[in-house]
């Protein structure tokens, strides 16, 4: 009954002696709790490029500079100017997503599936045939499309990165947003205490309370660099480090397209585009804030996400993707692991309703769910009971039903790496295990470790070289 969210009784129907009762389940539909979401986004086509382009070309840099001495001023002025010029030329695209839209609905469909709803409301029956049919036609074929670039894109052997934005797009997952802290003060702290160690190390005397370094003047020195003594080095009259433009455009020209936008309103896409424009104008503010040893505040501010943190003192504690229980027992990282691999189950479902061949899904299920079962097997699989290992080669089972092929079992995967373990140990000295496998006179089995408790038994190393002893005979 926890289930149920409220009870409604009614009245008996006709001559019935019972009451009837009305059961709403406190489960409610994903579609139904998640509200849709609103996007923006902007539309950088050939005419928007050339028209940022030539706004930064006919800008004159120059007029920000002589208008403040103030470094912190100058790179706010700067990318204030740069985000509104963004904003001018660059269109922007509201549209709404809903938590079912599927991946292959092309805006094509969209439009017909208006006309289909349309002629329902028309009452015109032909018509409203005519669209019906038309609109299943084309999803038969967006959907088969859609499958045939999922296996080009599959069977291309991409890096993991693009992978799993494959697997997000198709299931439609997304990130949880959580609310950001806006805190300058706490950029500043952050700040200062990472810079006390750089502060110490280039100060001899005594620390100074305040900051010793003044803004360069704006007009040039009266003193040409001619006329200083020869005790002068080249290095005391220039900074130590500069960056070149070249530098920077390259540096712009690497940006990736798809990241947000930082504070300051500047987008990866508009830096990517402008690189050439911008590039000059960016190497004088690094080299300014080169030279004042001051970082523009703009550059340092951040977006702060806190992260919740579990009590100091838990029953089960991971280390290195595996959860060790106070008892010992491995139930705990067997649920882990297997609600792991159930979750990716669903992925592997989405894959079989676009017909991928099973070679594709097969390496999916290797790759993607058959890693996350074999996590540390062989230091927990020993020891598993026998209630635990059911449940993994459940798991296992499902992926066969939905791949339609045989797969190795869980006790054939903990044989094999156990296995190749063991050989890699026992053929490398420089590991601190080796000496546990030592030959017997006869140079063809193992000598075997006495243990006295079942749990040092089923550990790995005995296991190991019991298992080693039998592929011998």
Known sequence: MAEIQQPFYNAPLGLSDHCLVHLIPAYRQKLKTSKPVVRTVRKWTVESRQDLQACFVCTDWGAFEAATSDLHELTDTVTSYISFCEDLCVQTKTFCTYNNDKPWFTPNLRRLRKVKEEAYRSGDRELFRQTRNTLNREVRKARRCYGENLKRHLSANPDPSTVWKGLQSITGYKKRTTRPVESPRLANQLNKFYCRFDRSSHTT???????????????????????????????????????????????????????????????????????????????????????????????????????????????????????????????????????????????????????????????????????????????????????????????????????????????????????????????DPSHPGCSLFELLPSGRRYRARYAKTSRHRDSFFPQAVALMNSHHS
């Open 205 to 427: 005397g005594p620390p100074a309370t305040q900051s010793t370094y003044s803004p360069l003047p704006t007009t040039a020195p009266s003193t040409p660099l001619s006329s200083l003594s020869p005790t002068h080095s080249l290095a005391e009259a220039a900074p130590a480090l500069q960056v070149r433009e070249e530098e920077v455009r390259q540096m712009f020209r690497r940006q990736k397209t798809r990241k947000a936008p930082g504070p300051d309103g500047v987008s990866p896409s508009c830096l990517k585009v402008c690189a050439e424009q911008l590039a000059p104008t960016f190497a004088r503010i690094f080299n300014r804030s080169l030279e004042l040893c001051e970082v523009p505040s703009c550059f340092k501010s951040s977006t702060i996400v806190p992260v919740a943190k579990k009590p100091a003192i838990t029953d089960t504690f991971k280390f290195l993707g595996t959860t060790i229980s106070r008892d010992l027992k491995w139930t705990g990282h067997i649920d882990s692991v297997r609600k792991k691999a159930q979750q990716r189950l669903y992925f592997l479902r989405q894959l079989k309703k676009f017909n991928l061949p099973r070679e594709l899904l097969k390496t999916f299920y290797t790759a993607i769910i058959q890693s996350v079962l074999c996590t540390s097997i062989t230091v927990w699989f020993g020891s598993a009971s026998k209630q635990d290992k059911h449940r993994l080669q459940r798991t296992i089972r499902t992926a066969e039903k939905i791949i339609g092929i045989n797969l190795p079992s869980i006790q054939d995967l903990y044989l094999s790496r156990t296995r190749n373990r063991a050989r890699n140990i026992s053929t």
